[in-house]
């Protein structure tokens, strides 16, 4: 048996966390997680948590402990573990098939196993059918204010979150910033004087004169998260996604959606872009695909994107001259087929919108309790409140406050998130992203956790 005062040992020693370095210069203090099961974990010191955001960052979508998906990783590696996508796999195949039967439509499927290289993968693509067909012309990216899309350099150069792109330039050229759609914060942009629906149009077309300004035979694609997770759960406008898809029709953009948060069921359908009629070009995802069993990642595009390739089979530049090694691990198809059994066979997506619909109410019921409460959004079990220390100018809390909540709930046995955005210090809503397994009970154990540290908090 391990020790646990080894294994914490060992992590003091050499692990560098991700995301929280300053708490452990501060305390050296990890929590390890030592075990999973349900919407549970429990940690080195016996602590058990409920998990509001799925492994920390809205990943283990069927809940922890799903002895199906591990038999079907295991039947699997025994049978195959690996092999590259130069060829094909039952899991590959089967997967693929299963998948792209919710997404008409789409048709090719590119296996990787991250959301930052499936992201990549995309660009590439991108980049490639400006060369092939647009000499080189139709290169740029465009990528929305407080968007995410990885963690690689080509993705940060995308990433609409300054603190987390400002200290790595330089950046890659050719990723151009659209402005945010956030009703919430439609002040910033002098936009407040208009309906909702007024909104959704305008800031839509906040991204045609971007892309007029920039010369619209200069841009090759439009990316952008159909809810924005990680930049504080910003759901779009009314009108919004029609608009964006007019503007990119006229143009000739090509509309990548990137779903590594929403898909596979977070929102309460199979795909965030479902829920508001979009008709992408390319989609992308990763966490929920196999709820973290195995690491896999996917790009998904149309047939007519996939044909752009198809060219001069005497011109060896022609084809995506691209391989993900890993993206060849069977382990990761094997998982995501079993996944979306599960979400199909406990109806787990008719489980999020209800359950969705519970917490949406409880943390209204929030908001009229907590002035510092401003605003509440989300679609399905992906879930924010933002935190502002005054209703009418929306200044937000401090990050620091922020992690006062998350800290004290997290002593009170429940785990939540907090958010990311373009102002350093100023990251101030709180995330929700419970296993779409959870029950009522858990949802209420969840907003009275969030209830009683509000009021610690800020009284
Ligand atoms: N896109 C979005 C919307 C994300 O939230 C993330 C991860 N937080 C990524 C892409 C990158 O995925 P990964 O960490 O698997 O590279």
């Given at each position: 048996?391990?020790?646990?005062?080894?294994?914490?040992?060992a992590?003091?020693?050499?692990?560098w966390?991700?995301?929280?370095?300053?708490?452990?210069?501060?305390?050296?203090?990890?929590?390890?997680?030592?075990?999973?099961?349900?919407?549970?974990?429990?940690?080195?010191?016996?602590?058990?948590?409920?998990?509001?955001?799925?492994?920390?960052?809205?990943t283990?979508?069927?809940?922890?402990?799903?002895?199906?998906?591990?038999?079907?990783?295991?039947d699997?590696?025994?049978?195959?573990?690996?092999?590259?996508?130069?060829?094909?796999?039952?899991?590959?195949?089967?997967?693929?098939?299963?998948?792209?039967?919710?997404?008409?439509?789409?048709?090719?499927?590119?296996?990787?196993?991250?959301?930052?290289?499936?992201?990549?993968?995309?660009?590439?693509?991108?980049?490639?059918?400006?060369?092939?067909?647009?000499?080189?012309?139709k290169?740029k990216?465009?990528y929305?204010?407080?968007d995410?899309?990885?963690?690689?350099?080509?993705?940060?150069?995308?990433?609409?979150?300054?603190?987390?792109?400002?200290?790595?330039?330089?950046?890659?050229?050719?990723?151009?910033?659209?402005?945010?759609?956030?009703?919430?914060?439609?002040?910033?942009?002098?936009?407040?004087?208009?309906?909702?629906?007024?909104y959704?149009?305008?800031?839509?077309?906040?991204?045609?004169?971007?892309?007029?300004?920039?010369?619209?035979?200069?841009?090759?694609?439009?990316?952008?998260?159909p809810?924005?997770a990680?930049?504080?759960?910003?759901?779009?406008?009314?009108?919004?996604?029609?608009?964006?898809?007019?503007?990119?029709?006229?143009?000739?953009?090509?509309?990548?959606?990137?779903?590594?948060?929403?898909?596979?069921?977070?929102?309460?359908?199979?795909?965030?872009?479902?829920?508001?009629?979009?008709?992408?070009?390319?989609?992308?995802?990763?966490?929920?695909?196999?709820?973290?069993?195995?690491?896999?990642?996917?790009?998904?595009t149309?047939?007519?994107?996939?044909?752009?390739?198809?060219?001069?089979?005497?011109?060896p530049?022609?084809?995506f001259?691209?391989?993900?090694?890993?993206?060849?691990?069977?382990?990761?198809?094997?998982?995501?087929?079993?996944?979306?059994?599960?979400?199909?066979?406990?109806?787990?997506?008719?489980?999020?919108?209800?359950?969705?619909?519970?917490?949406?109410?409880?943390?209204?019921?929030?908001?009229?309790?907590?002035?510092?409460?401003?605003?509440?959004?989300?679609?399905?079990?992906?879930?924010g409140?933002?935190?502002?220390?005054?209703?009418?100018?929306?200044?937000?809390?401090?990050?620091?406050?922020?992690?006062?909540?998350?800290?004290?709930?997290?002593?009170?046995?429940?785990?939540?998130?907090a958010?990311?955005?373009?102002?350093?210090?100023?990251?101030?809503?709180?995330?929700?992203?419970?296993?779409?397994?959870?029950?009522a009970?858990?949802i209420?154990?969840?907003?009275?956790?969030?209830?009683?540290a509000?009021?610690?908090?800020?009284?």
């Amino acid at each position: 048996e391990n020790d646990i005062s080894h294994i914490v040992d060992a992590d003091k020693a050499h692990i560098w966390h991700h995301l929280i370095q300053h708490k452990q210069f501060e305390t050296n203090d990890p929590r390890i997680i030592l075990e999973g099961k349900g919407m549970r974990v429990w940690d080195q010191n016996g602590k058990e948590y409920l998990d509001a955001v799925s492994g920390g960052v809205w990943t283990v979508n069927v809940g922890y402990g799903r002895e199906s998906i591990a038999k079907a990783v295991y039947d699997q590696l025994m049978k195959l573990c690996y092999f590259a996508q130069t060829a094909g796999s039952i899991p590959g195949s089967l997967y693929a098939e299963k998948l792209i039967s919710k997404m008409p439509g789409l048709s090719r499927v590119y296996y990787t196993n991250s959301g930052s290289e499936a992201n990549e993968k995309a660009f590439k693509m991108v980049r490639q059918i400006a060369h092939r067909r647009f000499g080189g012309k139709k290169h740029k990216i465009l990528y929305r204010d407080r968007d995410y899309h990885g963690g690689t350099l080509a993705t940060m150069s995308a990433g609409g979150q300054d603190e987390r792109v400002m200290q790595y330039g330089p950046l890659a050229p050719g990723f151009i910033r659209v402005p945010h759609c956030m009703e919430y914060r439609n002040h910033e942009q002098g936009l407040d004087h208009l309906s909702s629906e007024e909104y959704g149009i305008a800031s839509a077309n906040l991204i045609e004169e971007v892309i007029l300004r920039e010369g619209a035979d200069t841009v090759g694609a439009l990316c952008l998260e159909p809810v924005t997770a990680g930049g504080g759960v910003i759901t779009p406008p009314p009108g919004y996604w029609d608009r964006v898809q007019e503007i990119c029709k006229k143009y000739d953009i090509l509309l990548h959606i990137d779903e590594v948060v929403c898909g596979v069921g977070r929102t309460g359908t199979w795909f965030g872009y479902q829920q508001y009629g979009i008709k992408p070009d390319i989609v992308t995802m990763a966490k929920g695909v196999a709820s973290g069993y195995a690491a896999i990642a996917l790009c998904v595009t149309t047939e007519a994107v996939f044909d752009m390739f198809k060219d001069d089979p005497s011109d060896p530049l022609s084809y995506f001259r691209d391989i993900s090694t890993f993206g060849g691990c069977t382990a990761g198809p094997a998982a995501a087929l079993e996944n979306m059994r599960i979400i199909e066979d406990e109806d787990l997506l008719g489980n999020c919108n209800a359950m969705g619909d519970r917490m949406m109410g409880n943390l209204q019921a929030l908001k009229e309790k907590h002035r510092i409460i401003g605003d509440v959004r989300g679609k399905g079990l992906f879930l924010g409140l933002e935190l502002v220390t005054d209703r009418n100018t929306k200044d937000p809390v401090t990050e620091a406050q922020i992690a006062q909540v998350t800290g004290d709930c997290g002593a009170q046995g429940v785990i939540i998130g907090a958010s990311n955005r373009s102002i350093p210090g100023k990251n101030n809503v709180l995330c929700f992203s419970p296993a779409l397994i959870a029950t009522a009970d858990d949802i209420d154990q969840i907003t009275d956790s969030v209830d009683k540290a509000l009021t610690k908090v800020f009284g």
